[in-house]
Every structure is written in structure tokens, then in C-alpha cells.
């Protein structure tokens, strides 16, 4: 018999199977129900083995066979395609159970428990284990890491904390502006900057250190510093060969050439974020031996509180700036590359800036609240190119129901966010650039579900940078509007997204920036 809880679960999944049961038949995703005498039973949920999905060598062919290596998110849509909206796959040593709809997303999330898991990252805790460094909020477990988050949420989280990085985050978005200014003039025609989600991670680089380390890196210079530059290549590195790590034994990663790099990028990473934090020291030292109060933003908030030891200090900085950069910087060349194709929308925005910011003011946390279409513009940018196409979750509390199947403890969740923010029973004409549909009263006829596009997460687990970003979008988005007219590359080039861990353009993004 089953136990009340599983037996709420089933319910739960019957109810899913009914308003997906258009793209779910071929999973046969949930128990049975009859009807009795008016009584409702519903069977006993099925297995995990009973769920199709390709094997092991299947997915090697669609990887490498049929090169969907780069573009493993429209690979997600595929599969859906062929098993359902629930389906398992095999990558090496593990086996992934992926959800690709809506309904079943939100009903895995709501059983992940208090102390929910992405994944264990054998790749990044290994690291730290053949280091001894200090793990951090996102390579972090159990107990260990709700310790870390309660301590690194409040001054990320909070508005109040957050808002208050805004003087910070806009020196970096001015220097950014001279940057794109001077660009111009020195490709020779005066209007074209060439490499825009290039010159966007700079900025984003910039931006996360400004108040992560509160420390300005030069990687808006003419010239960047070479450490400045190895540093951002190394965080590239470190996550285009994450996915081929995985995909081996850990038994053999020592043999494996691009081990050894895996290894010597973060080695440099950690390095370098040792050094920025001892500078930082070394200035509260200061202040603190001339009696001047001791100021400063995140770091010096953690160095001050004593809540962490030096060692989970530098592990926690390094993850929050390794979060904090592609999410800003690829989100915003999308943003912008769409503005510059919809001059309708691009006019639209500029409007409501102009309203709230006029002038030569700059934008604050309190302008950007009261600039819902803004909002609008970037969320329907992550719900087209969410930055994580697929987010993993683990199964750590016990057995779960998911889609009629019962899951044991241990499984491993793929949850394929591209593939429902491409649904069209979720988003009606989804490849389309329409902020309207996440307005109050907007032109959508239907709410999107609320777990159709979940860029940050969900619940405790969710983005730790989140808050950060989005206000270094926001506030970059608002100058660059007032400052410039985007308009498309003339060889209308169409950029297409690429997976390499995150969601990226698989070709350069060049705009022309024309002074208003």
C-alpha cells in the first residue's frame, strides 16, 4: 500500500499527466486511475527503469555523430520530441533522468527538501579535495553549505544591501561607455564595435570584482593587464572543459591531459583571488592603525563578521565571481542584439527611461523599480536564452514521484529549462522577442506557468548572485539606451546560441552604437 505521502505524490503526478497529455504519451509518464463506485484509485507509480531514453552510445551518435555537441539545448527539444517530456540518458558514468515540461519541473522542485543539491560536481569538489581548499556556495553540501549561504544571502540578497552597489556598478557602466566610445573610433568607421559579448564580459568581469572583491581589475582599459586577461581566460577554460570531464571515470582524470589544465586554471583562479583578498586585508589593516572607520562593501563585510574562516572566504568569493559574470554579460549582448533587431521595443524602452531618468542623471536601484518594461526586456531575453539551458538537482531526502515514476534516493534530475521556454503550449509563439508577455495585461491570453522560465532557480537553492545581476543589467541597459541608438550589423549576420556549459552565441555580435 502506499504511504500517504507517495500516494499525495501520484495525485500530483495523474493531475500533471492530464494537462500535458498531449506531448507526454510517448513517456506513458503516469499511473493509472479508475473510477469506482464515484471513488478514484490511482495505480501504484511506475519504475525508473521503465523509462525510455537513449543509451549510452545513442548519445555519443547525437553528440558527435549528429553534432549536437555545441548545441546540446536544441538536443533537449529533440529528445522531447522522440520520448516525451520525461526521459532518461546516459553520459559515461551517470545516468540523468531529464524533465522537459513545466508541470513536472515544478513538481521535482517542490519535493527537493530543505537542503536541496544541483549536483555533487565531482569535477570541482575533486579540485578542492587534491588542494585542500575550502568549498563554496555553489560546489558546497548538505549542512555545510546552508551555513555558507546564511551567511553570504543577506548582503546579496537583500534590497536594501544590493541596492546600495549601485554607485559602484555605475562607474564600471561609465567606464564601459568610453570603452565602446573609443572602440568605435579605432575600428575606422566611427559607429561599428565589433565583439560586443567580449567586450560585455569585460564589463561584467569588472562589475562582479567591483563589489565581490571591491577591487577594480582594468578590464575596461585600452590595454587589459595580462593577469587581468589570463584571469578572465581561465574562468572561460574552467568552464568549456567541465562537460568533457564528466563525461569520464574519475579514475582516469589524472591521465587526462585537459585534467591537468582543468587543474592549473583554478590553481590561478584561487591564486589570484588570495591576492585580492589580502590586499583587502592589508587595507582594513590600514584604516583600522589611523583610526578611520572601516568601510567598504562585500568583502570587507565578510572579513569584519568573523563568520567564516579565511580559507571558506576565498572558496565562497571565487564561486560568487565565477556566477556572477556570463550571466550578465551573455543576458545583456542578447538583449541588446534583439533591441537593435525590434527598433519598436528599443524606442519603447528608451521612452520609459527617459520618463523615470531623465537627462544625464544616473539610474538607481529606485529608478529601476519603477521601470517594469525594462524588467520585461530582460526577463523575455532569459527566457529565450536562459544562461543555464539545463539545471541538475539531486535527490537527496528519499525516494520522490516525479510523472508517475518513482525516483530512488540518489537520482540525478536534468532539468531542461530550454526546452520548456520553447513550448508553446507555455509561450505562444515562443522564438519571438516579445517583452509584452510578461507585463500586467499584456497581449499573452494565457499567465505563463510560473516554472515555464526559471533563469535563477528556484527556492533555497536558487541564483546566490541573482540580485546583483539583475542590477548590473538593468542599470547598464538604462545608460546604454540613453546613450546610444543600436542598430544591427549591416551584413545581417543571425547569431544562434551554443551550449559550452552555459547558453552563449555561437558567433560574434557586432552593433553599431549611433550617438542620440
Known amino acids: 500500500m502506499l504511504s500517504r505521502r507517495r500516494l499525495h505524490l501520484t495525485v500530483m503526478s495523474a493531475r500533471s499527466r492530464d494537462m500535458f497529455s498531449s506531448s507526454s504519451s510517448s513517456s506513458s509518464s503516469c499511473g493509472s486511475r479508475q473510477e469506482e463506485g464515484g471513488a478514484v484509485k490511482v495505480g501504484a507509480p511506475k519504475s525508473m527503469e521503465e523509462l525510455r531514453g537513449p543509451s549510452f552510445f545513442t548519445t555519443l551518435y547525437w553528440l558527435f555523430g549528429k553534432r549536437y555537441f555545441n548545441t546540446t539545448q536544441q538536443m533537449q527539444i529533440e529528445h522531447k520530441k522522440i520520448y516525451g517530456p520525461l526521459w532518461k540518458s546516459t553520459y559515461g558514468p551517470l545516468v540523468v533522468v531529464n524533465v522537459a515540461s513545466a508541470q513536472l519541473i515544478e513538481e521535482?522542485?517542490?519535493?527537493?527538501?530543505?537542503?536541496?543539491?544541483?549536483?555533487?560536481?565531482?569535477?570541482?569538489?575533486?579540485?578542492?579535495?587534491?588542494?585542500?581548499?575550502?568549498?563554496?556556495?555553489?560546489?558546497?553540501?548538505?549542512?555545510?553549505?546552508?551555513?555558507?549561504?546564511?551567511?553570504?544571502?543577506?548582503?546579496?540578497?537583500?534590497?536594501?544591501?544590493?541596492?546600495?552597489?549601485?554607485?559602484?556598478?555605475?562607474?564600471?557602466?561609465?567606464?564601459?561607455?568610453?570603452?565602446?566610445?573609443?572602440?568605435?573610433?579605432?575600428?575606422?568607421?566611427?559607429?561599428?564595435?565589433?565583439?560586443?559579448?567580449q567586450e560585455l564580459y569585460k564589463f561584467a568581469f569588472e562589475g562582479i570584482c567591483s563589489v565581490v572583491f571591491e577591487s577594480r581589475m582594468g578590464c575596461l582599459e585600452q590595454k587589459v593587464p595580462e593577469e587581468t586577461q589570463k584571469f578572465i581566460w581561465s574562468v572561460g577554460e574552467m568552464f568549456r572543459l567541465s562537460p568533457i570531464i564528466v563525461l569520464f571515470p574519475r579514475s582516469l582524470w589524472p591521465y587526462l591531459s585537459f585534467w591537468n589544465t582543468f587543474v592549473s586554471v583554478w590553481d590561478h583562479l584561487f591564486r589570484v583571488s588570495e591576492e585580492l583578498v589580502q590586499k583587502k586585508m592589508e587595507e582594513l589593516e590600514e584604516q583600522h592603525q589611523e583610526d578611520v572607520e572601516l568601510q567598504g562593501a562585500y568583502l570587507t563585510h565578510l572579513l569584519l563578521s568573523q563568520q567564516m574562516s579565511m580559507s571558506e572566504i576565498l572558496g565562497s568569493v571565487t564561486e560568487l565571481l565565477l556566477a556572477g559574470v556570463d550571466t550578465t554579460s551573455n543576458t545583456v549582448s542578447w538583449a541588446l542584439y534583439h533591441l537593435a533587431r525590434e527598433p519598436a521595443i528599443q524606442e519603447r524602452l528608451h521612452q520609459e527611461v527617459l520618463r523615470i531618468c531623465p537627462a544625464h542623471r544616473m539610474p538607481d536601484s529606485d529608478d529601476v523599480a519603477k521601470m517594469p518594461y525594462l524588467k520585461a526586456v530582460v526577463r523575455e531575453t532569459l527566457r529565450l536564452y536562459p544562461?543555464?539551458?539545463?539545471?541538475?538537482?539531486?535527490?537527496?531526502?528519499?525516494?520522490?514521484?516525479?510523472?508517475?515514476?518513482?525516483?530512488?534516493?540518489?537520482?540525478?534530475?536534468?532539468?531542461?529549462?530550454?526546452?520548456?521556454?520553447?513550448?508553446?503550449?507555455?509561450?505562444?509563439?515562443?522564438?519571438?522577442?516579445?517583452?509584452?508577455?510578461?507585463?500586467?495585461?499584456?497581449?499573452?491570453?494565457?499567465?505563463?506557468?510560473p516554472f515555464g522560465s526559471v533563469p535563477f532557480g528556484f527556492g533555497v537553492r536558487a541564483c546566490l548572485g541573482r540580485r546583483v545581476a539583475e542590477l548590473e543589467m538593468y542599470l547598464l541597459l538604462v545608460t546604454l539606451i540613453k546613450e546610444f541608438e543600436l542598430r544591427p550589423d549591416p551584413a545581417g549576420t543571425v547569431v544562434t546560441p551554443i551550449t559550452r556549459t552555459l547558453l552563449c552565441p555561437a558567433a560574434p555580435i557586432n552593433l553599431l552604437f549611433v550617438d542620440r
Open 108 to 197: 521535482m522542485l517542490r519535493q527537493e527538501g530543505a537542503l536541496p543539491v544541483r549536483t555533487d560536481m565531482p569535477h570541482w569538489r575533486a579540485y578542492r579535495e587534491l588542494r585542500h581548499q575550502a568549498h563554496g556556495p555553489l560546489s558546497e553540501m548538505g549542512k555545510k553549505w546552508h551555513r555558507i549561504r546564511s551567511i553570504l544571502n543577506p548582503r546579496l540578497l537583500k534590497p536594501h544591501h544590493v541596492g546600495s552597489y549601485s554607485g559602484r556598478i555605475n562607474q564600471v557602466v561609465q567606464d564601459l561607455v568610453v570603452r565602446l566610445r573609443w572602440l568605435r573610433t579605432s575600428s575606422g568607421d566611427g559607429v561599428m564595435v565589433h565583439q560586443v559579448t
Open 387 to 449: 544562461v543555464v539551458p539545463g539545471n541538475a538537482r539531486l535527490a537527496v531526502d528519499g525516494d520522490i514521484v516525479v510523472g508517475g515514476h518513482l525516483f530512488p534516493k540518489g537520482t540525478l534530475f536534468h532539468l531542461c529549462h530550454y526546452a520548456v521556454s520553447m513550448d508553446e503550449s507555455v509561450f505562444p509563439n515562443p522564438h519571438a522577442f516579445l517583452p509584452e508577455r510578461w507585463l500586467r495585461g499584456g497581449e499573452e491570453t494565457v499567465k505563463p506557468h
